[in-house]
């Protein structure tokens, strides 16, 4: 078993082809707080791994979990990460639409994933695949999903300025394409967002 990552919230473990992730304890938290919040993380990921798996999406296969010692074991996927892929390449807009495609999925079955980065997705041989589902909630909210827009669309800035707003703009092209009706209401509380963001700013 070795330790392949180390994140505020979790350590993750690799040990053949079962990743573990342990979600740590938080000094600064009251004792009973940090455990039962980190018991309700633990549980939600797990539940939302499941329910995925039941729709056929492409994220690990949960394999199991324990809310005593605050773990999920799950599938290892093969692959690198987006973050890595789309700094090397310029095959950026095939990610696009598969990202488009992902979350158009995971909004029409009321999914949020909470924490939209090119680091929490893995170009796998089958295609794209998501992973740390450890802010995600179940919700049909439009204003949750905007918001989860709102941070890929953050996250993208960020981290892929050099081919910003080109890819944005073809991931939201395929999001329509998949979420079809519900997509409009979001999209449109995704402008007002953004409004909001930038009046923040100012
Ligand atoms: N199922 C998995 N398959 C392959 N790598 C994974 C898997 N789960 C996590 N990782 C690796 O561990 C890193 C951190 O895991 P993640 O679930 O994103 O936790 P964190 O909340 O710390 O970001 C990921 O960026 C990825 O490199
Ligand atoms: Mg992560």
Redesign the pocket.
């Given at each position: 078993m070795i330790k392949?990552?180390q994140?505020?919230?979790?350590v993750?473990y690799k040990d053949n082809n079962k990743?573990i992730?342990e979600r740590l304890s938080k000094a600064y938290r009251l004792k009973e707080i940090d455990e039962s919040l980190r018991k309700f993380r633990t549980r939600r990921e797990a539940k939302i791994l499941g329910r995925l798996e039941e729709v056929n999406f492409p994220a690990?296969h949960l394999q199991s979990f324990c809310d005593k010692r605050m773990e999920i074991v799950?599938?290892?996927?093969a692959g690198n990460?987006l973050r890595d892929v789309i700094e090397e390449g310029d095959a950026y807009q095939k990610f696009a639409k598969q990202i488009g495609e992902r979350v158009g999925v995971l909004h029409q079955k009321d999914i949020i994933h909470g924490d939209l980065t090119t680091?929490?997705m893995?170009v796998s041989d089958s295609g794209l695949k998501l992973?740390?589902f450890?802010l995600s909630s179940f919700s049909d909210r439009v204003e949750d999903k905007a918001v989860d827009l709102f941070l890929l669309d953050r996250a993208l800035e960020s981290k892929h300025y050099e081919i910003y707003p080109a890819v944005f703009d073809n991931v939201l092209e395929s999001y329509k394409e998949t979420y079809r009706e519900g997509a409009e209401l979001v999209l449109k509380r995704f402008e007002q967002v953004r409004m909001r963001g930038r009046n923040k700013i100012k």
């Open positions: 392949i990552a994140g505020a919230e979790a993750i990743i992730k690990p799950m599938d290892f996927v990460k680091s929490n893995i992973i740390d450890g």
